[in-house]
């Protein structure tokens, strides 16, 4: 049974940070890319960052790129996320999902199958 449990998640101030952790089970990750996601309210999911375990190619988009840090420990089956110097528009609930590693556009949401339950990220002071 494939299952993605994020964790990491919580209340932090502007300027602070947090690692995200995705763990996976009942696949194997060298076929997939794992992705994370955020969606705030009222707004469409958007990929931040995905990596590919097999090859170590990891994509980020624009907007995260300098802040967000994406790794994967293979033997744990696990994907990080380390998001540093969080602001208020970070806020989201952050997602893990997979997708085939032939995927052209790794960071679309419509290219991942499985997704997780997703975890609660909030900046304010």
């Known amino acids: 049974q494939v299952q993605l449990v994020e964790s990491g998640g919580g209340l932090v101030q502007p300027g602070g940070s947090l690692r995200l952790s995705c763990a996976a089970s009942?696949?194997?990750?060298?076929?997939?890319?794992i992705g994370w996601f955020r969606q705030a309210p009222g707004k469409e999911r958007e990929g931040v960052s995905c990596?590919?375990?097999?090859?170590?190619?990891?994509y980020y988009a624009d907007s995260v790129k300098g802040r967000f840090t994406i790794s994967g420990d293979n033997a744990q089956k696990t994907v990080y996320l380390q998001i540093n110097n969080l602001q208020p528009e970070d806020t989201a609930i952050y997602y893990c999902a997979k997708a085939p590693i032939w995927s052209v556009r790794p960071l679309l949401p419509a290219e991942y199958d499985s997704w997780g339950q997703g975890t609660q990220v909030t900046v304010s002071s």
């Open positions: 990596i590919s375990p097999s090859d170590g190619n990891i």
């Open positions: 009942g696949f194997t990750l060298d076929y997939y890319y």
